[in-house]
């Protein structure tokens, strides 16, 4: 497994934490050692993280008012030996993520490693022509250093794509994900272009952004469509000018990175409403590809369910069942609003809820609650119009275009005949497809 998670662990040297980072180096970690919380600092401005494990005794409250001071946003997981739930709860309050007793356990460190590492390798599952096409646009942009705008639904891969494309670029550094939602812009500047030392009161050292260290890699941008306008006006420019400086600074740093964004809303209308730069929009959507949203991807849907169900049994440690006839039947007729997330999450509650040799109908539970079965689902083959809530208007046009021109080998004259409406409307449609980076059925 490639070493590319840093864990930083921090607490008094001794043989509980020898061991944890022997564990978390066997679970794909590089792991530094800090005795204190100063160190651990200095070792992130140095070398930055990708996760903090930190001893309970410490001050992880100043810690953590340190790491956000200086703009860093990495997991922090706080770890003891036999530490009082008092304690453990104190640590959690004030901003661990989760809490991880010593001595060590394998499967604890293993699972806490693979939170951060599961982001940055997922298997890929699915063979739809609808994803293939995707799939196939991504792999022909890999190599070039384009910018690359994937766009999809929530929960429908784009990340798992955006990797696709990383994996495939030859690049020999890291992706690193940066979530633009919900994280306040100063920071997430400071996290993309880096900051000198004084730069801002908490800005004690110099720290290398995202932008600079994915040189010879890739930066995928979550949500791009949540960046702040002063952030996007230095992005913007950062693109124009392929190099940039730190905030505070004025040393030039080239731009050297792969880019990567996604969103899963519509850009265009966010730059109509003065929400989204123009520009910023034409340089990352040099190349377009567009994820197609579960209900679109046929068998897909059993292949990753059967999926989910392995793998989710074995890390739970709870017998591997199959999914009955009925139960994949009323999985294929739900629309699945969250795609591949809330599929994900829906087999998870089944593998722990379901009992009998098979995962039945009524074992398949939404987050809210709610039982599949007592939904009203269309039937199969019917017209699902549950399935088409959630979307817009033109999305659903354009799916249902693209549709009957596939069905009908390309023939734009047949399919326009279908659709009731002119052949110069449908070429005119389609142009905007093409325009937009969409791949359309070639005329027979
Ligand atoms: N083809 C796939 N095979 C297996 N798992 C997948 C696939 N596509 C997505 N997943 C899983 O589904 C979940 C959601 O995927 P991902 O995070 O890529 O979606 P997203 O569109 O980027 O989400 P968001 O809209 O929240 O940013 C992840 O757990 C991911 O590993």
């Given at each position: 497994?490639?070493?590319?998670?840093?864990?930083?662990?921090?607490?008094?040297?001794?043989g509980?934490?020898?061991?944890?980072?022997?564990?978390?180096?066997?679970?794909?970690?590089?792991v530094?050692?800090?005795?204190?919380?100063?160190?651990?600092l200095?070792?992130l401005?140095?070398?930055?993280?990708?996760?903090v494990?930190?001893?309970?005794?410490?001050?992880?409250?100043?810690?953590?008012?340190?790491?956000?001071?200086?703009?860093?946003?990495?997991?922090?997981?706080?770890?003891?030996?036999?530490?009082?739930a008092?304690?453990?709860?104190?640590?959690?309050r004030?901003?661990?993520?989760?809490?991880?007793p010593l001595?060590?356990?394998?499967?604890?460190?293993?699972?806490?490693?693979?939170?951060?590492?599961?982001?940055?390798?997922?298997?890929?599952?699915?063979?739809?022509?609808?994803?293939?096409?995707?799939?196939?646009l991504?792999?022909?942009?890999?190599?070039?250093?384009?910018?690359?705008?994937?766009?999809?639904?929530?929960?429908?891969?784009?990340?798992?794509?955006?990797?696709?494309?990383?994996?495939?670029?030859?690049?020999?550094?890291?992706?690193?994900?940066?979530?633009c939602?919900?994280?306040?812009?100063?920071?997430?500047?400071?996290?993309?272009?880096?900051?000198?030392?004084?730069?801002?009161?908490?800005?004690?050292?110099?720290?290398?952004?995202?932008?600079?260290?994915a040189?010879?890699g890739?930066?995928?941008?979550?949500?791009?469509g949540?960046?702040?306008?002063a952030?996007?006006?230095?992005?913007?420019?950062?693109?124009?000018?392929?190099?940039?400086?730190?905030i505070?600074?004025?040393?030039?740093?080239?731009?050297?990175?792969?880019?990567?964004?996604?969103?899963?809303?519509?850009l265009?209308?966010?730059?109509?409403?003065?929400?989204?730069?123009a520009?910023?929009?034409?340089?990352?959507?040099?190349?377009?590809?567009?994820?197609?949203?579960?209900?679109?991807?046929?068998?897909?849907?059993?292949?990753?369910?059967?999926?989910?169900?392995?793998?989710?049994?074995?890390?739970?440690?709870?017998?591997?069942?199959?999914?009955?006839?009925?139960?994949?039947?009323?999985l294929?007729?739900?629309?699945?609003?969250?795609?591949?997330?809330?599929l994900?999450?829906?087999?998870?509650?089944?593998?722990?809820?379901?009992?009998?040799?098979?995962?039945?109908?009524?074992?398949?539970?939404?987050s809210?609650g709610?039982?599949?079965l007592?939904?009203?689902?269309?039937?199969?083959?019917?017209?699902?119009?549950?399935?088409?809530?959630?979307?817009?208007?033109?999305?659903?046009?354009?799916?249902?275009?693209?549709?009957?021109?596939?069905?009908?080998?390309?023939?734009?004259?047949?399919?326009?005949?279908?659709?009731?409406i002119?052949?110069r409307?449908?070429?005119?449609?389609?142009?905007?497809?093409?325009e937009?980076?969409?791949?359309?059925?070639?005329?027979?």
């Open positions: 497994m490639p070493q590319s998670i840093r864990m930083i662990l921090v607490g008094a040297p001794g509980e934490f020898r061991r944890a980072a022997e564990l978390a180096r066997d679970a794909g970690a590089a530094a050692m800090a005795d204190t919380p100063a160190q651990a200095d070792l401005r140095a070398g930055g993280g990708d996760m494990m930190i001893d309970v005794d410490t001050d992880i409250a100043g810690f953590m008012a340190s790491i956000r001071a200086e703009r860093f946003t990495l997991p922090v997981l706080a770890c003891g030996i036999q530490a009082s008092e304690r453990a709860v104190a640590a959690i004030a901003g661990a993520r989760d809490y991880v001595p060590p356990q394998r499967e604890l460190i293993a699972a806490a490693i693979a939170s951060v590492i599961e982001r940055k390798a997922p298997v890929r599952i699915g063979d739809h022509p609808a994803l293939a096409r995707a799939v196939s991504a792999t022909a942009v890999a190599p070039t250093a384009a910018p690359v705008l994937v766009t999809g639904e929530k929960g429908s891969g784009k990340e798992v794509l955006a990797r696709t494309i990383h994996e495939a670029s030859g690049r020999p550094n890291p992706m690193y994900v940066v979530e939602a919900g994280v306040a812009p100063d920071v997430l500047e400071s996290e993309l272009f880096g900051h000198e030392a004084g730069a801002f009161p908490g800005a004690v050292a110099r720290r290398i952004g995202r932008l600079e260290k040189a010879g890739t930066i995928f941008l979550r949500e791009v949540s960046l702040a306008p952030t996007q006006a230095r992005l913007a420019e950062a693109l124009q000018e392929q190099r940039f400086t730190r505070g600074g004025s040393e030039i740093v080239p731009f050297q990175a792969r880019l990567i964004a996604s969103t899963g809303t519509e265009e209308a966010a730059v109509n409403a003065g929400s989204f730069r520009d910023l929009l034409v340089r990352l959507g040099l190349v377009r590809v567009e994820v197609p949203p579960l209900r679109a991807r046929g068998g897909d849907l059993v292949q990753l369910a059967q999926h989910f169900a392995e793998r989710l049994a074995e890390s739970d440690g709870v017998p591997a069942r199959p999914f009955s006839e009925a139960a994949l039947v009323l294929s007729r739900y629309a699945w609003p969250g795609n591949i997330r809330e994900e999450d829906c087999t998870h509650r089944a593998v722990l809820l379901a009992q009998g040799p098979a995962i039945e109908p009524h074992d398949l539970v939404r809210d709610t039982r599949l007592d939904l009203e689902l269309a039937e199969p083959g019917g017209l699902q119009i549950e399935s088409l809530v959630g979307r817009t208007v033109e999305e659903v046009e354009r799916e249902l275009i693209l549709h009957t021109l596939t069905r009908c080998h390309g023939n734009r004259t047949s399919a326009s005949n279908i659709l009731g002119s052949v409307t449908m070429r005119n449609k389609l142009r905007t497809f093409i937009a980076g969409i791949a359309v059925a070639p005329a027979p």
